[in-house]
């Protein structure tokens, strides 16, 4: 007689904001106790998972949760948020249920459907907003109405694989299993002048060749960045530093280059003597676990598509044979 395959279960849990590097090394060392396979999801998240773990600890999946949240309590004084279910969507959508501070939302496999229909259509992980606006935008408003939605519409709507993954994932469809991996959190590019900067043009153009290099670094390593870094330094070793967020994950050089010139602006500089600037994407994600928004904008639609093919051209003939003209002015 063959065997049923095991069903996987799978935890999510979320940090409260704020909490620091030491803090999330600490919970990532607490999860570690419960499975050998957990993987961090910086700065305040991590999966677990439990397959394994129920046998060797003789409870349930609810049960585990609750003795997490009891060890986190009485040893780091943190409470946490933990989603579990069958699959990495469901156990991330039950931890964005649970309410502050914290507790355990446990979905089991039968109970799927019935749990993630009535949600809203953004409660969905890996819904962002502009893809929940389009959704409602066509009556689409909970998770429900996207599962009974033929697959084929979806794409129409969100494009062809984010439009997959979205249908997939409101039928609790996710194959994804929990892989530990180690991947670099930050990317970082940098450029020195030879001689003290002042002109604004020069400076924006230095810029510029950094989003282009930051962003093709990024979606060599099949990443995307939360957050952005800008780092001046100074005639005299002075510097300065701003950190942004995206408002959500990107690689694409229009994110960045837009999220960068605000940076820059931020700086107020006026008669500072530049001798070099960097720039770092920080809190990276792997690209698959970012769903592709749909903008409805037409030409920015169009420099996506053109930002693949340049990326071609630059895998075939190198990655200084194209790019904004701007840059290629400055440097001749």
């Not at 996710?174 to 002048?193: C, Y």
């Not at 053109?306 to 701007?326: C, L, N, S, T």
């Amino acid at each position: 007689m063959t065997r049923a395959p095991e069903v996987s279960t799978v935890m999510h849990v979320r940090c409260p904001d704020g909490l620091g590097e030491e803090g999330y090394r600490q919970v990532l060392e607490q999860l570690a106790e419960l499975s050998p396979v957990v993987r961090a999801l910086p700065p305040g998240a991590a999966l677990v998972e439990l397959k394994g773990a129920l046998r060797y600890h003789g409870a349930d999946a609810r049960r585990l949760g609750e003795i997490l949240r009891v060890r986190t309590l009485s040893r780091l004084g943190l409470d946490l948020r933990v989603g579990i279910g069958p699959t990495i969507t469901v156990a991330a959508t039950a931890s964005g249920q649970v309410p502050e501070p914290g507790g355990v939302v446990a979905v089991a496999p039968d109970q799927v459907a019935s749990w993630l229909g009535p949600l809203p259509v953004e409660a969905l992980h890996g819904i962002g907003p502009r893809q929940a606006d389009v959704l409602r935008d066509y009556g689409i408003h909970s998770v429900g109405l996207l599962a009974a939605v033929e697959a084929a519409t979806v794409q129409r709507l969100l494009g062809g694989k984010a439009g997959r993954t979205a249908s997939d994932r409101a039928r609790g469809i996710d194959p994804r299993p929990v892989v530990p991996r180690e991947l670099p959190t930050t990317a970082a590019v940098s450029r020195a002048f030879d001689r003290h900067v002042l002109d604004g043009a020069d400076v924006r153009a230095a810029l510029l060749e950094l989003v282009v290099r930051l962003g093709l670094l990024l979606r060599r390593r099949d990443q995307a960045a939360r957050a952005v870094t800008l780092t001046l330094r100074f005639a005299g070793g002075s510097r300065w530093e701003r950190t942004r967020r995206l408002a959500e994950p990107s690689a694409h050089d229009d994110d960045l280059r837009l999220l960068a010139y605000r940076l820059m602006d931020a700086a107020g500089l006026q008669r500072g003597r530049l001798t070099g600037l960097a720039l770092k994407g920080e809190d990276l994600v792997r690209a698959d676990e970012v769903a592709r928004q749909i903008s409805l904008d037409e030409a920015r639609e169009a420099r996506l598509v053109a930002e693949e093919a340049v990326d071609r051209v630059r895998e075939k003939y190198g990655p200084d044979v194209i790019g904004p003209a701007a840059v290629f002015r400055h440097a001749s």
